[in-house]
């Protein structure tokens, strides 16, 4: 039998009513005594909160098994007729204001906290978790230039399965955009989804003084297929000069916003007359370095569409061709002393 610091009830009939009266009875005794138990088999009654709501604490709960009370046998209210006691508990409670009760509250508490606290670490680790595309990682802070459709972005925002580390930008505005690029809109939007700054109306040569951008870090500056529109012929030397002079100013300010370690990528046509652009001189002359020199596949790259982006066919695609990413670094730190920050 229990002890004489204990009130037990084995009772189990009677109504939600009648079982919130023996509570309230109940806890006039837990007042002397140190145990109320009462043993019921119903979910929703919620004897926990009925409980609370009495001034008691829900101690435990334990199953009940009649097997092990010799001779007991269960009754319904009437007390004619035995009852199948199967999934019964019995809820052992205590006074809620008691300095036990007060423990078992910080214990509980504790434990919840505990367990918060791995499930944010578990969420963080799998946040953390790198994952990677050719020359770029879920872990490098990214900054794309002179985007057309947005389509090359959101290949490496879906590959990384979060754009919260990249910065895309265009020369357009995001009405025009919108205007030339059928898909524009829908890749910007998926790209604001997965977390992606996107910056409109940026200038490669400028770029470093952008309000955003300014006094900013990136492990990997990219721009792919860098043109200066379509004024002559690709041969002529006007328009070779034209486009160098595109290549150069973006070279030029990424310099200043690449990390110690990062590089500056440029993908670019490598048949005549395009190598007469001589983009590795071009970036030498502006303190750069040639770091590698890889075939660039625009297959692997899924769902990336390259686009002419200038007169009335800018919506359309050109074949690429023989085409390399040529990977530049810093020869030395820009000699500007400047704070900076990554993004």
């Known amino acids: 039998m229990f002890g004489e610091k204990e009130k037990v009830s084995t009772e189990t009939g009677g109504s939600y009513g009648e079982m919130e009266s023996k509570l309230k009875k109940w806890q006039n005794y837990e007042k002397l005594a140190g145990v109320v138990r009462t043993t019921h088999p119903y979910s929703e009654w919620d004897l926990e909160t009925l409980g609370s709501s009495t001034g008691l604490y829900l101690k435990d709960e334990v199953p009940l098994w009649v097997s092990d009370y010799e001779g007991y046998g269960v009754k319904s209210g009437d007390g004619r007729e035995k009852f199948n006691v199967k999934d019964r508990s019995t809820f052992i409670f205590i006074e809620e204001s008691s300095s036990e009760a007060l423990a078992l509250k910080v214990e509980s508490l504790t434990r919840e906290v505990s367990e918060l606290r ?18 770029y990682s879920s872990k490098h802070k990214i900054l794309l230039v002179g985007e057309g459709d947005f389509s090359f972005s959101l290949c490496l925002a879906k590959a990384f399965g979060s754009a919260s580390n990249m910065v895309a930008t265009s020369l357009d505005s995001r009405d025009t955009l919108t205007r030339n690029y059928s898909r524009a809109l829908q890749n910007l939007l998926q790209l604001e989804n997965l977390g992606c700054t996107i910056l409109h109306e940026v200038n490669a040569h400028t770029m470093s003084q952008h309000p955003f951008l300014q006094h900013k870090l990136f492990d990997r500056i990219v721009f ?37 370690d990062g590089e500056i990528h440029v993908t670019h046509k490598t048949a005549y007359p395009f190598c007469e652009w ?59 002393p400047q704070v900076y920050d990554f993004i």
């Open 118 to 135: 791995a499930m944010a670490a578990s969420a963080s680790r799998v946040r953390m978790e790198e994952k990677t595309i050719k020359h």
């Open 278 to 336: 001589r983009i590795e001189k071009i970036a030498e002359e502006v303190g750069l370095q040639l770091v590698k020199e890889v075939p660039f596949c625009i297959w692997e790259y899924e769902g990336y569409c390259n686009k002419k982006g200038s007169g009335d066919r800018c919506n359309d695609s050109f074949p690429v061709g023989l085409c390399s990413t040529f990977k530049f670094m810093n020869k030395d730190p820009p000699t500007d």
């Open 224 to 260: 792919n297929f860098p043109h200066a529109g379509f004024v002559f012929r690709e041969h002529h030397s006007f328009q070779i000069e034209s486009h160098k002079r595109v290549v150069r100013g973006f070279l030029k300010s990424s310099r200043e916003m690449v990390s110690e």
